[in-house]
């Protein structure tokens, strides 16, 4: 039999998907309230719907607004090519590019922002039940371009532009996005009040920010994603979030901040990939507590790419390539490696890799947190100039470094096997202090 509940938007009798998907989106939903308009059908009666994208070039000039549970929105690939390379690439070489554009199942976003940040995707209602089991799964939002930021900014490479991928404004439970694309957006997912939120196996790069958890939330995941916001944003961001997990992620880098979670607590950071070229890359903010941080590999170096070259995000590097803020958090069995300019060793602040800012009973064990000096410059490529910075493992050691400060608001940590007492700047008799023994001269 004939399942009404499937819809596919080339074959809906209402818009033109080419010209504007978002019209046609929003005529669908019209649609599924209509036929689904009572709450109770034999212990039924709104089983939702699926809405698919097949592969192709969709144009969104009217916002959709999602108001009902139960809806999936699914093409068939997320589509990601660099739109950051071909635009730093010469323009006379375009012709001789396999591709241009981002492909699989693609909605331009062509909305007009000038009033404020505006959201492709809208989910949002109001009263009770909360919204529930939303998907968004295998399509590619592109923002198309950045817009200029002043006259010493290269328009597309400014991450700004006042578009939004997804925004999911009010509480929600069990919403799962998965295998998207998200690229060239100001703020690719936007998302309050999460409950049981999956955030799995998506590639969001070349957004000014990627993934922002804001309001409150509990339960959620971030897991398998690849991610590398802009050098204004956040790769990750939560805050006011409790058992929240954030696992076998690989971030790339240039954002802001890898990791950064501002009143976070008993939540679980772990088996994640972070490279960043500028300190505050994993930052606990605030009255972040009781959360587990263990066995993530942490790479802060220099920007290789020569378009970029020179930009930070305003932090000095003693503001630590780890900071916390919080008690009782545990940062155990990590790889941290710092990895500066020979051009940049000779800095007016001391470059510091953990510091505990402020809080009480923070617990540091076994963790590997080296630096080194490098003789290297940015390059045109890319592609070859990250891998070539990625594969570079010889250099001096640095001399002149912290590997673990605590600060005067920080007391009665555990600091055991993570860096010799000389790396340390610890007032000893207020924190507990183990550490690793030097090689005996003969």
């Known amino acids: 039999m004939q399942n009404n509940n499937y819809y596919d938007v080339t074959k809906w009798d209402v818009g033109n998907p080419l010209e504007d998907i978002g019209a046609v989106i929003n005529s669908i939903i019209d649609d599924i309230k209509k036929r689904q308009n009572r709450s109770d059908v034999d212990s039924g009666g709104k089983p939702g719907a699926v809405i698919y994208i097949p592969p192709g070039d969709y144009s969104l000039r009217t916002q959709v607004n999602i108001d009902v549970s139960f809806l999936r929105i699914v093409g068939s690939g997320h589509g990601f ?31 007009e922002t000038s009033e404020r940040n505006v959201a492709a995707f809208l989910v949002k209602r109001d009263g009770s039940p909360r919204l529930s089991s939303i998907e968004f799964s295998n399509f590619c939002i592109d923002g198309l371009h950045f817009v200029e930021n002043g006259p010493d900014e290269f328009a597309e490479n400014t991450y700004l532009n006042s578009k939004i991928g997804i925004e999911i404004a009010s509480a929600n439970d069990s919403v799962r996005i998965s295998g998207m694309g998200f690229i060239y957006l100001e703020q690719a997912l936007l998302i309050y009040n999460a409950d049981a939120l999956s955030i799995h196996d998506n590639f969001i790069a070349e957004c000014g920010s990627c993934i922002e958890l804001v309001g409150w939330g509990q339960a959620s995941t971030i897991t398998n994603n690849l991610i590398g916001a802009g050098f204004r944003g956040h790769s990750i961001y939560a805050e006011n979030h409790g058992g929240l997990l954030i696992s076998a992620n690989n971030v790339f880098p240039r954002g802001a901040s890898s990791i950064h979670l501002r009143n976070v607590t008993r939540s679980n950071i772990s088996s ?31 920007e290789p790419w020569t378009p970029f070259a020179g930009i930070d995000n305003g932090l000095e590097n003693d503001f630590g390539v780890v900071r916390i803020e919080g008690d009782d958090n545990t ?24 510091r505990l800012a402020r809080g009480t009973g923070n617990y540091v064990a076994s963790n590997h947190m080296l630096a080194k000096a490098i003789m290297s410059s940015p390059d045109d490529s890319c592609f070859e100039a990250q891998v070539d910075a990625l594969q570079s493992v010889s250099g001096s050691e640095l001399q002149q470094v912290t590997v673990v400060q605590v600060d005067s608001e920080s007391s009665r940590n555990v600091i055991l096997d993570s860096c010799s007492e000389a790396e340390a700047v610890v007032e000893f008799s207020e924190n507990v202090f183990r550490g690793i023994p030097g090689i005996k001269a003969d």
């Open 81 to 111: 090519t660099s739109s950051s390379i071909r635009f730093n690439t010469p323009e006379e070489s375009w012709p001789s590019l396999h591709e241009l554009w981002p492909g699989g199942s693609r909605v331009k976003v062509e909305l």
């Open 272 to 302: 994640n990939r972070l490279h960043s070229f500028y300190p505050g890359m994993l930052r606990l903010e605030g009255a972040c507590s009781e959360n587990l941080i263990s066995s993530n590999h942490l790479l802060r170096d220099g």
């Open 331 to 354: 940062f155990t069995a990590n790889h941290v490696s710092v990895v500066l300019q020979l051009a940049d060793t000779d800095l007016e602040t001391t470059p510091v890799i953990l």
